[in-house]
Nanobody
Framework: QVQLVESGGGLVQPGGSLRLSCTTS????????MAWYRQAPGKQREWVAN????????YYEDSVKGRFTISRDNAKSTVYLQMNSLKPEDTAVYYC????????WGQGTQVTVSS
């Protein structure tokens, strides 16, 4: 059974940083493209970033380019999202996703950017 467990969210002031983690189990992690999504209140879930199985290739949604960095540790079956220069519009629940189990979602982790 595929499990995705996100953590690392919290309340942060504008301009601050957070590092999200997503630990997975029940899958061949090193084979899959991993991604981060987010869902703000009253909005649809949107894609944020993804990373190739070997970690070489990364892609970002335009609004987070230069501020967010996705990375992975295949030995730990974990994907990360380093978020810097956070803005109030980054407030959302953040989820990770795997190309090998596209219908599986974790509980998400809440990120709130507010002064």
């Amino acid at each position: 059974q595929v499990q995705l467990v996100e953590s690392g969210g919290g309340l942060v002031q504008p301009g601050g940083s957070l590092r999200l983690s997503c630990t997975t189990s029940g899958m061949i992690f090193g084979r899959d493209v991993m991604a981060w999504y987010r869902q703000a209140p009253g909005k649809q879930r949107e894609w944020v970033a993804n990373i190739s199985p070997n970690g070489v290739y990364t892609y970002y949604e335009d609004s987070v380019k230069g501020r967010f960095t996705i990375s992975r540790d295949n030995a730990k079956s974990t994907v990360y999202l380093q978020m810097n220069s956070l803005k109030p519009e980054d407030t959302a629940v953040y989820y990770c996703s795997s190309s090998g189990a596209p219908d599986s979602w974790g509980q998400g982790t809440q990120v709130t950017v507010s002064s």
